[in-house]
């Protein structure tokens, strides 16, 4: 549910900033400044939340995150001007980033070498459900105006939580238990056999989601205002989509543990770019924004973030998972938040050439992928039942452990 909240809360602010533009009088200028603001701070929210994971624990961590989504919903929603927006979204987006890179670890730490692929994969068909439910709120809401982007914000907040609670009751990671008298500098990610992996998942998931970013931000914005649709029908067009990424999901989660997963992620990267080409060569229509979308679902379903959890949970040991994967969202986000500064610009100046610009960095970060992780895939090895947890492992029996199993975990 981390990816629920992820997805929704970003969807939810590109929606709401457009309902909030005319009641609080938000520029374009201010639109991007507030979008880029919610980026950066995922990014500084991974990048700190996957350390402190790795050295405090899963659950004090993704415990304390969620309190901090529900206050950042709270003062989205209360919010009367740009200064309380501009902190309700830093809030918000710390929780969150904060949140992804220690919650999957959790997950892949709770499961079985059998199951963990798919129940990594499954976190992605949540991430597409987030963002297909913040569409559907704003489907009903999306003409009332500020009401409608306090519904948006209420939304998170109230599935926020109710994680937060669930969580409260939920036990440490056995793995990060057994490892956690080792330490693990985070300077082995640039050492050893960890760099290959780490460089091109900052490669792959930095480029990739500087194209899905901006389609998930700017989606309402491209919509309305380049596409001169309303906004109640530019945010059915994910629900239209829904069922093609459920679908697509789900069948992920059947092939993310086996060698054809590299099979369908070339099949997902071609969707991926031809869908950011469809409106750059055919014009921006309700009809070519929704082709467009239900490409890019089933592209995102298996060359996207889905398959870059999974490498991630392959490729690091415990005590590294979570600042592995917190450096990659963050890098990435970044990038994104550099990026959306201007992106309103962009799309007044040419938006056929900035989605041609999105196809081609796609590309770019495909390729990265899959020359990095072509044929790293190895088998799993099937959990024993019953085996017990050693609670204080030395340092030779870690690093066998970690020669051993396909997660070092």
């Not at 999306?142 to 982007?149: H, L, M, N, Q």
């Not at 040991?317 to 938040?337: E, F």
């Not at 959306?340 to 960095?361: I, M, Q």
Request: net charge positive; proline share 5%; charged share 10%.
């Amino acid at each position: 549910m981390a990816s629920y909240v992820d997805a929704a809360a970003i969807v939810s602010t590109g929606i709401a900033l457009v309902l909030y533009q005319g009641p609080l009088q938000l520029s374009g200028g201010r639109v991007g400044v507030l979008s880029g603001a919610l980026t950066a701070a995922i990014a500084t929210g991974a990048l700190l939340g996957g350390r402190l994971g790795d050295r405090f624990g899963r659950r004090a961590v993704f415990t304390a995150t969620m309190a901090m989504v529900v206050a950042g919903c709270a003062l989205l929603v209360l919010s009367t001007g740009f200064a309380p927006l501009l902190l309700g979204v830093l809030v918000l987006g710390l929780g969150s980033g904060a949140d992804l890179p220690v919650a999957l670890a959790m997950v892949s730490e709770s499961a079985t070498d059998r199951n963990r692929a798919a129940l990594i994969g499954f976190s992605n068909v949540l991430w597409g459900v987030g963002a297909a439910a913040a569409g559907t709120v704003a489907a009903v809401v999306g003409g009332w105006g500020r009401t409608g982007g306090q519904l948006l914000y209420g939304h998170v907040g109230a599935v926020a939580l109710l994680l937060l609670l669930a969580r409260l009751a939920l036990p440490e990671s056995p793995a990060w238990l057994a490892a956690r008298r080792e330490r693990a500098p985070a300077r082995l990610l640039l050492s050893g056999r960890h760099l290959r992996p780490f460089a091109a998942l900052l490669g792959f998931y930095a480029l990739t989601n500087l194209a899905a970013n901006t389609g998930g931000q700017f989606g309402a914005y491209v919509a309305v205002d380049v596409a001169g649709l309303p906004v109640e029908v530019g945010s059915r067009l994910s629900l239209l989509a829904l069922p093609v990424a459920v679908a697509a999901g789900l069948w992920f989660m059947r092939i993310a543990g086996t060698p054809r997963r590299m099979g369908y992620f070339a099949f997902g990267g071609l969707c991926l770019v031809g869908g950011y080409l469809v409106p750059a060569l055919f014009g921006f229509s309700l009809a070519t924004l929704a082709l467009s979308t239900a490409v890019n679902a089933v592209g995102g379903a298996f060359a996207f973030e889905g398959i870059m959890k999974t490498w991630a949970q392959e490729s690091f040991p415990t005590l590294l998972r979570a600042t592995a994967q917190g450096a990659v969202i963050a890098v990435a986000r970044y990038l994104a938040a550099a990026f959306a500064l201007v992106t309103p610009a962009l799309l007044r100046f040419d938006p056929a050439l900035l989605y041609a610009g999105l196809a081609a960095v796609s590309a770019a970060g495909l390729l990265i992928g899959w020359f990095g992780f072509r044929g790293s895939r190895r088998a799993a090895r099937p959990a024993v039942p019953g085996r017990p947890v050693q609670l204080r492992p030395t340092r030779a029996a870690a690093e066998s452990q970690a020669r051993v199993s396909p997660l070092g975990s």
